[in-house]
DNA sequence: CTCTCGATTATCT
DNA sequence: GATAATCGAGAGC
């Protein structure tokens, strides 16, 4: 969780230099610096000029990988967070609150300040999961490149991912 | 409920 | 100047 307010990742996807979706595929620029650092960072960038989005640097054979946090489902600082989204949601585990890139990183606070901070100090707390869930896997979305690759990864049936994964 | 389309701005070519 | 790993509103079924 960041500052206070987060809750448990539900659905991320996967990305790496070799992937045409990827910042990290064309090579190394200012903004994706980071992911071509060492793990354990936050790659912070900003989508269609208005939306956060935050990753997770990845250690895969220094190969400028990361992980998007796509969807979490909130826990901590919820009151916190809907006042950051500006939104009147009914149910305070609204699932729209952090299902999806943009929203969680609004709902949390996260911007560019956070671009390249550790992951394991403040304002960041990371923890494991108690124990390990049920995963599926599906093509990812939003892209518009490599759109059909199944690196996507979610926790299956949880009601806060951003858009439900196909059945198989 | 599903699908289409516009908003908005840092970064890249 | 063009592009983008998105969101949300609004039209159409």
Sequence with gaps: MVGGAGGVIVEVEAYHHTDPAAHSYIGMTERNAVMFGPPGFAYVYRSYGIHWCLNFVCEAEGSASAVLIRAIEPVAGIAAMRRRRGKDLASPD???????????????????????????????????????????????????????????????????????????
Aim: proline share 12%; aromatic share 6%.
């Design 94 to 168: 609204d699932p729209a609150l952090c299902s999806g890139p943009g929203k969680l990183c609004q709902a949390m606070g996260v911007s560019i300040k956070h671009n390249g901070l550790a992951l394991d100090r403040p304002p960041f707390e990371l923890r494991a999961r108690a124990s390990v869930p049920e995963i599926v896997v599906g093509p990812r979305i939003g892209i518009t490149k490599a759109v059909d690759e199944p690196w996507r990864y979610g926790l299956k049936g949880s009601r806060f991912l951003s858009r439900p994964f196909p059945k198989r």
